[in-house]
């Protein structure tokens, strides 16, 4: 069985995730959204709305899992008997700082493979962080985000 774990903090959940996860999700058998708690970042929802958000935007696909997980993503994927994490590409700069994971990951378990799925490019200026700065100056994000998710930030 294949098993894949895309993680990720979606705080909050993007057009440009939303994108990730349908052109990944049919290359599986089982795929889990990974909502982990990233100890270097300001959150904007407590991991358990982010939670309820994915589970609101994948509601339509049973394949798809949204847990919540805490510390090395390599052990989360251990643990879910994944092979596989999922990673989106935006930019250059995305690559170079998803290689340098993926490599330390490959050096704590060469048994996960990192697949990089590139952004379309309409996508690829949307972040979470930018969403972020314009919803703390009460900016309209709907063009940015699925609208099942605008509860979620009300």
């Known amino acids: 069985m294949k098993?894949?774990?895309?993680?990720?903090?979606?705080?909050?959940?993007?057009?440009?995730?939303v994108d990730i996860v349908k052109r990944s999700v049919n290359l599986f058998d089982k795929f889990y959204i990974g909502v982990g708690v990233n100890s270097s970042k300001q959150g904007l929802l407590p991991v358990s709305k982010?939670?309820?958000?994915?589970?609101?935007?994948?509601?339509?696909?049973?394949?798809?899992?949204?847990?919540?997980?805490?510390?090395?993503?390599?052990?989360?994927?251990?643990?879910i008997n994944a092979d596989y994490m999922i990673r989106g590409i935006r930019t250059v700069s995305d690559f170079e700082y998803e290689k340098a994971i993926a490599q330390m990951n490959h050096a704590l378990e060469p048994e996960i493979e990192s697949i990089f799925i590139v952004s379309k490019p309409g996508y690829s200026s949307i972040s979470s962080s930018i969403v972020r700065e314009i919803i703390r100056y009460n900016g309209d994000v709907s063009q940015f985000i699925p609208k099942e998710a605008i509860p979620f930030l009300q």
Request: charged residues 25%; glycine residues 4%; contains cysteine.
């Open 50 to 79: 982010r939670e309820e958000m994915l589970r609101a935007v994948f509601a339509y696909d049973e394949r798809i899992h949204i847990i919540a997980y805490e510390g090395l993503t390599v052990d989360f994927c251990r643990s």
């Open 3 to 17: 098993i894949a774990l895309f993680p990720g903090s979606f705080d909050p959940v993007t057009k440009a995730h």
